[in-house]
């Protein structure tokens, strides 16, 4: 009796032990995909950070188009503009790695701000060409349009990133607070 309770006993741990270790393989991918998640949204919030900073750059730029100031100064908000764009497409060609890991909003994230990107980075290409070829040029109009273009990719590329990254924040936190259905008695 005792040796068959005992069996019985070493049959169920086994089957414990069969069920717990078929879990760790759902459970570790799981993890794993979490912190994958988890990953590219720190990389996502530094890639809005500086787009941010690029955004004011080019707020800058945009505002100093028609004033008296120095081509020096519209060559120094255009190297800044250029070190966050640079640094923005490494960024993101880090985050392009990391697509297939990546959650449906962080991926929408992700293909959105390539053009934009690509646009600013064409227009401060542009800009640069403009202030080289004519110190004087930051008075009219063709500068002042490559300006504002790059202040409107900039400020969509930054809009866009921020809406996409707080209704994946929204989602993780209302998910987070498993709500179930309020009932109806009482009402």
Not at 35 to 46: C, I, S, T
Not at 65 to 72: A, C, F, G, L, V
């Amino acid at each position: 009796m005792l040796l068959t309770k005992k069996l019985n006993m070493g049959l169920s741990g086994l089957t414990l032990l069969m069920v717990a270790l078929s879990l760790p393989a759902s459970a570790e991918k799981s993890v794993q995909d979490a912190e994958a998640q988890r990953q590219v949204a720190e990389r996502l919030d530094d890639f809005k950070i500086t787009a941010l900073k690029l955004q004011r750059h080019a707020d800058i730029l945009q505002s100093h188009r028609n004033s008296p100031i120095s081509w020096q100064t519209h060559a120094n908000q255009l190297a800044d503009l250029t070190d966050h764009v640079n640094e923005l497409g490494k960024s993101l060609s880090e985050l392009e790695a990391m697509k297939s890991q990546a959650s449906d909003s962080q991926r929408l994230a992700i293909e959105h701000v390539r053009p934009h990107l690509v646009a600013i980075a064409q227009s401060t290409t542009r800009a640069i060409e403009l202030l080289n070829e004519n110190r004087g040029i930051t008075r009219f109009p063709e500068y002042s349009e490559v300006a504002s273009d790059i202040y409107d990719h900039a400020d969509t590329l930054h809009t866009k990133l921020d809406v996409i990254l707080d209704s994946e924040n929204s989602k993780s936190r209302l998910d987070a607070l498993e709500l179930q259905p309020a009932s109806s008695e009482g009402s």
